[in-house]
């Protein structure tokens, strides 16, 4: 099992930014990929993005775009997710998740952590 601990979620205005982190322990080794998704009241979780742990490669949703950046970590098993341009859209719930392949089915990814809340005000 992969343990992952989010922080860095909070409250600020539109166009601000804020940065999230997630830390994984345990049998991390299986994890290929790292992601981030999210989840707003009332609606289902979402893909934000995902890093492969060994090649680095990225991959973003169109909603984000240009305006979060994912990175790792290797040394310190931590995954990032810059998020700059934040509109109240973004605001959710957003979780940090582990998988043994790249995909944007929030139900194939094995591993999850508690969730950081995000509140972008207008």
């Known amino acids: 099992q992969v343990q992952l601990v989010e922080s860095g979620g909070g409250l600020v205005q539109a166009g601000g930014s804020l940065r999230l982190s997630c830390a994984a322990s345990?049998?991390?080794?299986?994890?290929?990929?790292m992601g981030w998704f999210r989840q707003a009241p009332g609606k289902e979780r979402e893909f934000v993005s995902y890093?492969?742990?060994?090649?680095?490669?990225?991959y973003y949703a169109d909603s984000v775009k240009g305006r979060f950046t994912i990175s790792r970590d290797n040394a310190k098993n931590t995954v990032y997710l810059q998020m700059n341009s934040l509109k109240p859209e973004d605001t959710a719930v957003y979780y940090c998740a582990a998988s043994t392949i790249a995909t944007v089915v929030p139900r194939l990814w094995g591993s999850w952590g508690q969730g950081t809340q995000v509140a972008v005000s207008a």
């Open positions: 890093v492969s742990w060994s090649t680095g490669d990225t």
């Open positions: 345990g049998r991390t080794f299986r994890s290929s990929a």
